[in-house]
């Protein structure tokens, strides 16, 4: 298995809903991100969970909530969020060993959010 | 800071033409990792190519080819005999070594190729 999975792909929330986004990868990969992408913009880092431990939030608001239950999730809760926060939110998973050689980061499909 | 330079905002070609791509970077790192992405309209980021901070030598790989050079700071990449399929934007990233590989992407360039 090779790949980052991402789920949902759409969501469609109202701000005062509360949900979340959910990321898995079954590569073994230790370091895990989450990004905020918005239309002809480069992807912006938000979080990094290195060995299952928050490393980097890149201050985000406290409106975004990430969690990760074990190496292999990764999930993004999401409350009271504003329309400006709708966006392409991407995950990706890198090895986060030693070897240069494999230290690319892989990219799930994204969730495209809109917030109403 | 990090910081990576994508100058072409859009690049447009005809099918079977070559376009090189280019990205200028800064960093005070001596060891880092350089990468390039492609962006599909479907969204998916997907890795095209890693080079790292010590390896200047240049590869091929099909229609795809690099030129990374250290001196300039650059680390260009061309598409020979282009496709429609390549149409997407690609996007030049600069990694950290540490610091949970922390990444700076350019800000991408949209290629679109025509019939």
């Known amino acids: 298995d090779t790949e980052v999975t991402q789920t949902p792909k759409h969501l469609v929330m109202g701000m005062t809903n509360k949900k979340s986004l959910k990321c898995e990868q079954h590569m073994g990969h230790r370091a895990m991100y989450w990004y905020k992408q918005k239309a002809k913009k480069p992807p912006e880092l938000m979080f990094v969970?290195?060995?299952?431990?928050?490393?980097i939030n890149e201050s985000v608001p406290s409106r975004f909530s990430p969690e990760c239950p074990n190496s292999s999730l990764l999930n993004l809760h999401l409350h009271a969020l504003q329309p400006e926060d709708s966006a392409l939110y991407l995950c990706a998973s890198r090895k986060a060993g030693r070897e240069w050689r494999e230290n690319e980061q892989f990219f799930g499909p994204g969730t495209r959010l809109t917030v109403l | 800071a990090q910081k990576v330079t994508q100058a072409q905002t859009e690049i447009s070609v005809v099918e079977k033409e070559d376009v090189t791509l280019d990205c200028v970077y800064e960093t005070r790192d001596t060891t880092y990792y350089l990468f390039w992405y492609k962006q599909p309209p479907s969204g998916e980021l997907v890795f095209l190519i890693r080079?790292?901070?010590?390896?200047?030598q240049n590869e091929i790989s099909g229609r795809y080819s690099w030129n990374f050079q250290k001196s300039t700071s650059s680390f260009n990449f061309t598409i020979t005999a282009s496709q429609v399929v390549d149409s997407a934007v690609y996007f030049c990233?600069?990694?950290?070594?540490?610091?949970?590989?922390?990444?700076?992407f350019g800000d991408g360039t949209t290629l679109t190729v025509k019939p």
């Open positions: 969970y290195s060995y299952e431990k928050l490393s």
């Open positions: 080079r790292n901070s010590f390896d200047e």
């Open positions: 990233a600069l990694s950290e070594v540490t610091n949970a590989g922390k990444s700076t």
